[in-house]
């Protein structure tokens, strides 16, 4: 159902809605303090939407 729903979601607003959550996650981390240092980082099957460094501990974030 709740990928029925963003699909559908998608379709309405042109496509892109993950990418711009995860610009908008990017952006709020940013403005905390946190460096981004990579994005869509993909190892096997799995992706990690962000990795961002807060001083000297290493972030991992999966933007829903």
Request: aromatic share 4%.
């Amino acid at each position: 159902m709740l990928g029925s729903l963003r699909a559908l979601l998608e379709r309405f607003l042109g496509g892109g809605l993950g990418r711009r959550g995860e610009r908008a996650a990017a952006r709020h981390l940013r403005r905390q303090g946190l460096r981004i240092l990579a994005r869509n980082v993909r190892e096997g099957r799995g992706e990690i939407d962000l990795v961002a460094l807060d001083g000297a501990t290493l972030v991992f974030v999966e933007v829903k």
